[in-house]
């Protein structure tokens, strides 16, 4: 073993325990630090990615890119063997955080006083306003009051349970009252990483327009039905409103010390265990192994025979990214999801939003294995994307309450593109 293998070796055991202990203390991230590093040869980029992928959790907050800043989390205890590292393949970086929970305090005080002026402000009912974000239960009785008064266009369903027992639900919209798979489905999830607030609130943002404003979208609702989990991993985004803002994955026990699995690792195509129970994108003990991924995965398969685009929401990054993501193969259809998906894009930046990238999974992001929208694809499902949004905060995830409204209605531009072309697609007969 080489110097440098077993320098990371060591700091994957001593960084991965010490990782596990902070989110055993409901989630306090005092000890942790966050780097800046700037790959600018293949070498150093290959070094980087190698890091992220082995044993060692560390945290990436970006994607790391040639000659592009990229932030990292790790335990200050380790910051002698982080510096070394980096050094050791001349890796430009600079410690720009030293107290990672200091910054999420700073991020909660400013999200609760601005949420405190929205309330004085507003005569509304607190949920349905997109300058704050919602809990789960704000999130299910919003939902349950749509089923109720929009009868004829909305259905609330009960798709299964977590490991602490909270229903895991999904909404269908369709102006014949029920899916009756006929016409174009587009199955959309958020929040399959717990910590993706924004993409939770951007579903939800689309749901209230189609459903309270229906009138305004009648060509589109006339010929593409919607079956959407707004919240697929419902544990893990209370645990993230209530301990550890930066928590990741669901909620069941790993093993004595450690909690969770990466749902988006654990979807049953290309599915690999590629790291342990403590790290942050741990794959599961064997493929579909959880609660939200079985009912995912039955959701999917009752409608598979009409569903036609599949948008996973995610934060954040600014991409739309398309399959295969488990390795660098390009989708049969690559030119058609790449064209679809910069029509998106073209749109977004036409009503003054950012310009985000678009293009394969593993090109842009990286190689990741067991993932809903590999899975989604494999099915058959001819146009599928994840959509990482922007960011926001110092720390990416957290976006501010404040850049809220303005997130959920650009990503509105960009679900409208894939819905009106899943609405120009065949269906045939179940």
Known sequence: MSADEHGMKTLAVVTGCLLALAFARAGSYHEFEVYNV????????????????????????????????ARLMVAREERKLVEEFLERHDIEYDLVAEDVQELLNQERRCNEEHNR??????????????????????????????????????????????????????????????????????????????????????????????????????????????????VANPDGYVYTHAQNRLWRKNRSPSNVLCYGVDLNRNFPFQWDRTTTECT?????????????????????????????????????????????????????????????????????????????????SSDVLYTASGASDDYAYSLGVPYAYTIELSGGGKEGFDLPASDLARVTSQTFVLLQVFGQHAGTLSVGRT
């Open 38 to 69: 700037r790959p600018e040869t293949q070498e150093q980029l290959k070094a980087l990615l190698k890091w992220r992928t082995t044993e060692m959790d560390v945290d990436f907050w970006d994607n790391p890119k040639l000659g592009r800043n």
């Open 117 to 230: 002026r929205i309330k004085r402000d507003s005569n509304s009912r607190a949920t349905v306003n997109f300058e704050h974000f919602w809990t789960l239960d704000e999130i299910y009785d919003y939902l349950d009051e749509l089923a109720l008064a929009y009868t004829g266009l909305v259905r609330v369903s009960e798709i299964g349970r977590t490991h602490e027992n909270r229903p895991i639900k999904a909404i269908t919209i369709s102006t014949r009252g029920t899916v009756d798979q006929t016409r174009p489905i587009v199955f959309m999830d958020g929040g399959i990483h717990a910590r993706e607030w924004a993409g939770v609130m951007s579903v939800m943002y689309m749901i209230h327009e189609y459903v309270e404003h229906s009138e305004q979208y009648a060509a589109q609702l006339a010929n593409t039905d919607y079956v959407i989990v707004p």
């Open 280 to 360: 942050n994108n741990f794959a599961g003990r064997e493929a579909s192994s959880e609660n939200e991924t079985k009912a995912i995965l039955a959701l999917m398969d009752q409608y598979k025979a009409a569903i036609r685009m599949y948008l996973a929401v995610h934060t954040y990054g600014e991409m739309i990214l398309w399959p295969w993501g488990y390795d660098f193969i390009h989708a049969p259809n690559a030119a058609e999801l790449q064209r679809l998906g910069e029509q998106a894009r073209d749109a977004l930046v036409a009503a003054g939003g950012p310009e985000y990238e678009v293009g394969n």
